[in-house]
């Protein structure tokens, strides 16, 4: 149990941290909004452009 606690928290932050910067900075927002506007029909306001490009990188970051 203490070696599954303290193993699995590092690399999901470490993965989400990742996974926000490949998917923004490197495939970019625009594309990422145009793929979500044709799955929902509507696109993603600039709130979550925001969370996804800035916030979710930058706050795992801090935390890891």
Not at 35 to 48: A, E, F, I, K, S
């Amino acid at each position: 149990n203490l070696v599954e606690s303290y193993t699995s928290t590092l690399p999901i932050i470490l993965m989400a941290a990742l996974e926000a910067i490949c998917l923004c900075w490197c495939y970019g927002t625009k594309r990422l909004d145009d793929n979500v506007q044709l799955m929902l029909g509507r696109g993603l306001n600039g709130y979550w452009k925001v969370c996804f490009k800035f916030f979710t990188p930058v706050l795992s970051i801090v935390i890891i």
